[in-house]
């Protein structure tokens, strides 16, 4: 394993691996300013001219060593419960979570080499996540995000951080909190995270979302906050439905194939949930005031805020919502608690008629014209079917190129009669793409290498929108959200699933 970049820090323990070339390690980042949380990328990278390769200054020359982690046995599972039921329904625990964090944010000053303390906890995150590994024997770097590697590395990421709090305070029961955010009861940041003398707090949040403000699984930066906490509520379930329940390849809800040998993939190769909701979460939470949305807000500051651990908690939950026993919690030693999920009976209401092609097509334009799209504007592209009606066909948006420096975000709707289509709560609504502001070294995602593509299942969203039978093209509109100046692609077509 290569550190990339001009500084460099101590090991501090010895390495351990998992898979073939990914390695966990942390050691002591060597930068002044690094407890200021709205230094920004600068602490980490240095001014602009300075700045090595690694998104973050903190990773060893070389691990000539490790070791393979082996599961321990289990004995009492860990039970991780919903974050907004703490106070009312467990008494005692927030207690003990409380004082675990606080025991873990002690040790960045009485021992800041100790990759136990939280600002080493949180640099993991930082260089995983910012191309700061390469691969080993190779050139490439190691990414976490945009693939089938992403549920899976958090979800270790997530089990060390929790035995390291449990064993700080002597607890091997102890599990992490999940914030329940696809919930309507914990469609909030929880209420233990917002309290301004809590080792649970962060000030680098939004100030308009704190409790009891309804979290938005379709944020924007830049438009108006919702007022309407009940469409808000049913906006968030349609969302996690169209990402749960509107696929039909374990490709397309877990990421794209990634193995060792590969270049670093495009953003648009990641799974449904992690180009839609999560993304939602971390900037719905992340400060608008700070340059680059510090804390939650930008991946090479999330883990400093306390309520990312519990919301990537979630985002396993979601895991084992969708995949039942092929990923076993309980090998790992722990359970959830149960929750409702109601946004499995949230699919929209079909159409009562489907809409005639020839009226809704009048200002749509053949791809030939159109790609490739920088998108600064809405684009409505009239594209040819494999078979006419409600055939079983995918949409593929193509070559998907980022330079994300800023958040960006982007909407897909099929057959709307609206040339400005809003929200998700007509049948019409395809799917989103959202991408956090990315900053790393060589092969960096703010200049992607390859153009990934999405892939939308098509199946039931014809019986939805009731198309009509003999209908032999689609129109398919891409509405900006978020920077879509920022984005560009390079075409667009139905194909069969």
Not at 4 to 27: K, N, V
Not at 59 to 78: A, D, F, I, K, S
Not at 298 to 312: C, E, I, L, Q, T
Not at 374 to 387: F, N
Request: aromatic fraction near 10%; include cysteine; hydrophobic fraction near 30%.
């Amino acid at each position: 394993m290569h550190r990339r970049g001009r500084r460099r820090c101590r090991p501090q323990r010895p390495a351990f691996r998992i898979g073939r070339s990914l390695w966990c390690y942390s050691c002591q980042p060597q930068c002044p300013g690094q407890s200021d949380p709205t230094a920004g990328p600068e602490c980490l990278w240095g001014p602009q001219s300075q700045r090595g390769a690694s998104g973050c200054e903190l990773l060893p020359t070389r691990v000539e060593r490790y070791q393979n982690y082996v599961l321990p046995t289990v004995g009492t599972l860990r039970v991780r419960p919903a974050a907004h039921r703490l106070p009312e329904h467990h008494h005692g625990y927030l207690a003990k979570y409380e004082e675990a964090v606080r025991q873990m944010k002690a040790l960045d000053k009485t021992d800041p080499d100790d990759p136990r303390g939280f600002t080493q906890q949180a640099n993991v995150h930082c260089a995983y996540c910012n191309n700061a590994y390469y691969q080993v024997g190779t050139e490439l770097p190691i990414s976490v995000h945009f693939s089938w590697l992403f549920f899976p590395w958090h979800r270790w990421y997530l089990y060390f951080h929790e035995r390291i709090l449990g064993k700080l305070i002597d607890d091997p029961t102890f599990a992490l909190p999940f914030w329940n955010w696809d919930n309507p009861c914990g469609m909030h940041l929880p209420s233990i995270y917002d309290k301004e003398s809590s080792p649970l707090y962060d000030a680098n949040r939004n100030p308009l979302h704190r409790p009891p403000a309804i979290v938005d699984l379709q944020y924007k930066t830049g438009a108006e906050e919702p007022t309407d906490n009940g469409l808000l509520v049913r906006s968030n379930l349609r969302t996690m439905y169209t990402e749960m329940m509107k696929i039909n390849k374990t490709e397309d809800f877990m990421g794209q194939r990634y193995v060792a040998g590969e270049e670093a993939p495009p953003s648009a190769n990641a799974g449904r949930v992690e180009i839609g909701s999560h993304t939602s979460m971390h900037i719905w939470v992340g400060d608008p005031k700070n340059p680059y949305h510090e804390d939650l807000g930008n991946f090479y500051s999330a883990g400093r805020d306390p309520v990312f651990y519990s919301h990537h908690a979630n985002n396993k939950e979601l895991v084992r919502v969708r995949a039942g026993d092929a990923l076993d919690n309980e090998k790992m030693g722990y359970e959830y608690e149960d929750a409702d999920i109601p946004w499995v009976h949230f699919r929209p209401p079909k159409r009562a008629a489907g809409v005639k092609i020839q009226d809704i097509s009048q200002n749509a334009q053949r791809p030939e014209k159109v790609f490739p799209l920088k998108l600064g504007r809405i684009a409505r592209i009239l594209v040819s079917k494999t078979a006419p009606g409600a055939a079983d066909e995918n949409l593929l948006v193509e070559h998907i190129h980022v330079h994300s420096d800023k958040f960006v975000k982007f909407d897909v709707y099929v057959n709307s009669e609206e040339d400005e289509p809003k929200g998700v709560e007509n049948a019409e609504y395809v799917g989103t793409f959202a991408k956090l502001p990315h900053k790393g070294g060589h092969g960096e995602h703010s200049l992607e290498k390859g153009k990934g593509t999405i892939r939308f299942s098509l199946k039931e969203l014809y019986e939805d929108i009731n198309i009509v039978s003999d209908d032999e093209e689609i129109v398919v509109t891409i509405v900006p959200r978020a920077n879509g100046h920022s984005v560009t692609i390079g075409g667009i077509k139905v194909v069969k699933a």
